[in-house]
């Protein structure tokens, strides 16, 4: 029984937050990879255009439970999610008409391009405070749980109740179904396989008739709906503070470089790999250890190795090591 319980507790601690954080931050570094992979640079930017994402989503959420327009037991924020994903589109399109192409037309080094996305952070990072507001923002309704911890104790008559909440499940369903979708139109569709070839050699493609503006703005629209989507997906599973989509954005890179930067698989491998350290190294051990060790050795102190105020440094000193050891990643992506 006490086995049990503890199996409960991780998961309930450990294991489904993993999951859950793991699948945002993968879908968070889809779109690093992504714009690395096929318009080579590390868009700084990436984190606060999850947050402009995420904000308009909330603005029309807030808008439709003022209309009393709701999803019943899901999120209303699944009905506005299409609205922020087009607002993103837009503005990532935008973007790079006004801002980007011109580096792109004079041949730009990827340093350049990364300087000019720490302008454009910024500028998002300065909109989405004015429009929305520096703190808190909730925005989550419907049903809070899909198991609750006291019917799962009544249930089955352990003394650990296990709590999935829907924004949980939601992520998790959400990730899976984006990945594949993503999956199947880089490897099946045409203009899939123009901007995987793009991506390998832009000079042959160039000759194959592949038109690069093309492939760069289906870039950006792919980008924007996985950046909102994730974004959004955080936002419901914790709560939505522009600074907080700005330091995601170290996590974010560490998963896309801990995978293999430029490599999709990568991206959801690192995602994985980041997030359940941090959930892991910031988890205080303790009521495990209670549960699976005999009381003489049951430990006094918390078995905490980080406070969670230090979750991100998880995330940088597992960069640092890969950066020193294994450049490419895990999935040999292109060397940093």
Do not use: C
């Amino acid at each position: 029984m006490d086995f049990l319980n503890a199996v409960v507790a991780l998961s309930n601690f450990v294991l489904i937050p993993g999951i859950a954080y793991g699948s945002q931050l993968a879908l968070g570094a889809l779109g690093v990879t992504l714009i690395y992979g096929i318009l080579r640079f590390s868009n700084f930017a990436h984190g606060d255009t999850m947050a402009f994402g995420t904000m308009v989503t909330i603005l029309f959420t807030w808008w439709f439970q003022s209309m009393g327009i709701s999803a019943g037991p899901l999120p209303t924020a699944l009905l506005a999610l299409p609205f922020g994903i087009l607002a993103t589109m837009g503005l990532l399109v935008g973007t790079d008409r006004v801002v980007f192409r011109f580096y792109r037309q004079q041949k730009a080094k990827p340093v350049v391009f990364v300087m000019v996305s720490l302008g454009v952070m910024f500028m998002m990072n300065g909109l989405v405070r004015f429009v929305i507001g520096p703190g808190d923002q909730r925005f989550e309704d419907g049903e809070r749980f899909i198991i609750k911890a006291r019917a799962f104790k009544e249930m089955t008559g352990l003394d650990e109740g296990l709590a999935i909440k829907t924004s949980q499940g939601i992520t998790v369903v959400t990730a899976i179904v984006v990945v594949a979708v993503l999956f199947w139109f880089l490897n099946r569709t045409r203009t899939g396989k123009s901007m995987r070839a793009y991506s390998d050699n832009e000079d042959l493609a160039l000759l194959s008739g592949i038109n690069p503006e093309r492939v760069v703005m289906i870039t950006w629209l792919i980008v924007a709906a996985l950046a909102t989507i994730a974004g959004t997906l955080y936002g419901l599973d914790k709560s939505f503070k522009p600074f907080t989509y700005f330091q995601l954005l170290l996590p974010i890179f560490a998963a896309a470089i801990v995978g293999g930067l430029g490599s999709p698989l990568g991206a959801i491998a690192g995602g994985f790999v980041i997030a359940m350290s941090e959930v892991m190294i910031t988890y205080a051990w303790k009521k495990v250890a209670g549960y699976l060790l005999p009381e003489s050795l049951e430990p006094d102190g918390l078995v905490q190795l980080l406070s969670t105020d230090y979750k991100f440094a998880v995330s940088f000193a597992i960069l640092i090591v890969v950066l020193l050891f294994k450049p490419t990643g895990i999935f040999k992506g292109k060397a940093v």
